[in-house]
């Protein structure tokens, strides 16, 4: 009996002993994640110098808007255009460029981009593709119905002064952002998005101006549908 019962233990032993034992490691914190912001002119040529900057959008708190609060973190493009974030915890940010100009226009960009735990987000940014469509259509004050052909049509931010007497003649020359209205008083001028644009409006053949008729803004890709109405120039 007292054999059996040593047999026993010793078989418990060697089972004990061979059990696979797993361990078990845990994580107390995400890993981070990176980003490589990249902005690059119509040509593929990243831009260098330009403030890009990253907030946090679960931390608007009551402005819903990005603040000091939110603000994750800033640094400059280098020579290639990067901006570079090496240590973000995985969630969605929102990231906001300075002015950036190409081709003599100013762009702003704002976009959302989601960093995955121990990854690197790579994104090559167009400045230019944020940019959407005002289509304008010109129509006559006398009747409200008759079309304003062959005039032309200025968009400019209203962040950038108004025009007068004096200066509109500068506003319409050193404009980049502009068109000629066909026999259809439409015109489709190309315009960066989220910006606030009003018009001038000039006869090509004498001094006739006029300007200051309203305020419109377009979203990235899309479109903005106007009715500009104005007096025979």
């Known amino acids: 009996m007292k054999y059996q019962i040593m047999l026993l233990l010793a078989l418990c032993v060697f089972m004990s002993a061979c059990k696979k ?3 078990v490691k845990l994580i107390d914190s ?11 002119d119509d040509a593929g040529k990243g831009i260098a110098g330009v403030k890009v900057s990253v907030y946090d959008p679960e931390l608007y708190y009551i402005t819903l808007l990005p603040n000091a ?13 990067i901006a570079y974030f090496p240590d973000l915890l995985p969630k969605n940010y929102q990231v906001i460029t300075d002015s950036v100009k190409v081709n003599k226009v100013n762009y702003l960009t704002d976009e959302y981009v989601q960093v995955v735990a121990g990854a ?3 994104k090559n940014i167009k400045v230019s593709d944020f940019s959407g469509l005002l289509n304008i259509t010109l129509i006559s ?4 119905r008759t079309p304003l052909k062959n005039l032309g049509i200025v968009a400019y931010p209203t962040n950038a002064g108004q025009p007068n007497s004096v200066n509109v003649r500068s506003f319409i020359n050193d404009a980049v952002l502009k068109g000629v209205t066909d026999v259809n008083g ?3 001028i190309k315009v960066p998005c989220n910006v606030s644009f009003d018009f001038i409006i000039y006869n090509l053949t004498n001094n ?15 479109k903005t549908t106007a009715s500009l109405y104005s007096y025979p120039l």
């Open 21 to 23: 034992v797993t361990n």
């Open 30 to 40: 995400p890993a981070a994640g990176k980003l490589s912001y990249q902005l690059s």
């Open 69 to 81: 609060n939110s603000l994750v973190g800033s640094v400059r493009t280098d020579e290639n255009g």
């Open 120 to 122: 690197e987000k790579k």
């Open 141 to 144: 004050n006398n009747d409200y």
């Open 186 to 188: 439409f015109v489709s």
């Open 208 to 222: 006739n101006v006029g300007y200051g008729y309203g305020a419109f803004s377009v979203a990235k890709g899309g």
